[in-house]
C-alpha cells in the first residue's frame, strides 16, 4: 500500500467527524485531527477505532498517546501492518 | 493549577456509540469500565468520568508545560459517594499527581472542574455563542484592574492558551472548554 493510499484512507475515516469540514481541502500528511479538523477528543476514539477496523491492527495504548496527526497516524498503521 | 472540561449532554447522547466494541477499554481504566457497566445509567458516568479525565489533562499539562498526548485512560477516576449542593467531588491520578475534581451535573450539560492545590476559582459557563477569548479578558482585566485592549489570549508552543498583557505571557491559572451549544471557562483568583 503506497503512502498516498494510507492518508487517502485516513481522510475518509476523520471525515464524518470533522467538524471544521472546509480544512479538508487541504488535506495531507500534516493535517493535525484537532487543530485542524476540530475533530473532538471523544471522536478521536471512533477515528482510532475505524482505523483498527479499516486495517484489523491493534493500536496499542503507547501508539494512541501519539495519534494526532495524519502523519503519526500513517506512521503508526505502516509498523503495526509490517509488524503483522 | 487547574483546568476544566465541559460536555454538552444532549449532543453527547446523541453523538457517542459507547457499546461499540473497544471503546470503553481505549477511554477507561479496568475499574471505571466495571463502574459503568454496573451503573443505573451508563452514560452518564460515562460523561462524567471523561470530563474529570479532560480537566485534569488540561491541569496537568499546564502545570508541567508538556507537550500533548492522548492517554485518556491513563488518568484514573473515583468520585465520593456524595452528592453535596448539586456537585459531584472525586479525584483523579495521573502518574505520582492526584487532582481534586468537582462535578456539577445538570440534565443537559456537565461541567467538571479539577485542581492540584486548593485555590479559589471564578467560573462561567455560557449557554449561547460568545467569545470566550474576550469574556475571560473582560473578567481577567476587570479584576487587576487594567486596560482590556492591552490582553491578548494565544496558545503557546504545547497548544495551552495563555494570557498575554502587552506581549508578556502572564502564567495565569485558567482553563476554556467548548462542547456543542456550550462554552465554560474557570480563572484562578490570586494575586499575582
Known sequence: MTDKEIV??????????TQNKPALENFDENTDFINDLKINSANLVDVILDVEDEYNIEIDNDSMNEMLTVKDAKRIIESKLAAR | MIGND???FTLFLKETNWKRPNFLNKIYTV???????NAPDPP???AIFWAMKEATYKAHHRKFSLPRKYNPSNYECSLSEKEVNGIISGDIKILDNKYAAEIWKS???IHCTAKASEVKIF???YKEEVDIKSEIITHYSD??????LDFSIRKDENYIPQIFHLEEELNVPFSISHDGAYS???LALTNS
Open chain 1, 8 to 17: 487517502e484512507k485516513i481522510k475518509k475515516i476523520v471525515t464524518p467527524y
Open chain 2, 143 to 148: 479584576f487587576k484592574p487594567l486596560n482590556p
Open chain 2, 44 to 46: 452518564v458516568l460515562i
Open chain 2, 6 to 8: 465541559i460536555i454538552d
Open chain 2, 184 to 186: 465554560a471557562f474557570i
Open chain 2, 123 to 125: 467560573q462561567k459557563i
Open chain 2, 107 to 109: 440534565e443537559t450539560f
Open chain 2, 31 to 37: 475499574k471505571e469500565q466495571e463502574q459503568i457497566l
